[in-house]
């Protein structure tokens, strides 16, 4: 069974930056698209961005530019680089992993952007 475990939210200031963590076990790490999703109360869960066995990566509109995707095989963890961060971005954020019709999430991590 596929385990997943984020690490890394917290308070931030508006244009500061955080780097969130997911580390996995349980299976081949390289065999699955990952992904980092986000939710606010309220609303659906909304990809933030993927990368997938290729390296190849893609993103929400809202965070291009701002937002790194990247994971590392070698020690089964998928990141989230956030840089220039808004009051927008604050939400729980949660990692995805795929595989065929197998689907995985983590606990979820919160993120708040404040002042």
């Known amino acids: 069974q596929v385990q997943l475990v984020e690490s890394g939210g917290g308070l931030v200031q508006p244009g500061g930056s955080l780097r969130l963590s997911c580390g996995f076990s349980g299976s081949a790490f390289s065999d699955y698209t990952m992904g980092w999703y986000r939710q606010v109360p309220g609303k659906q869960r909304d990809m933030v961005a993927r990368?997938?066995?290729?390296?190849?990566?893609t993103y929400a509109d809202s965070v291009k530019g701002r937002f790194t995707i990247a994971r590392d095989n070698a020690k089964n963890t998928v990141y989230l680089q956030m840089d220039s961060l808004k009051f927008e971005d604050t939400a729980v954020y949660y990692c995805?992993?795929?595989?065929?019709?197998?689907?995985?999430w983590g606990q979820g991590t919160q993120v708040t952007v404040s002042s």
């Open positions: 990368i997938a066995r290729t390296h190849s990566a």
């Open positions: 995805k992993a795929e595989h065929n019709f197998y689907v995985f």
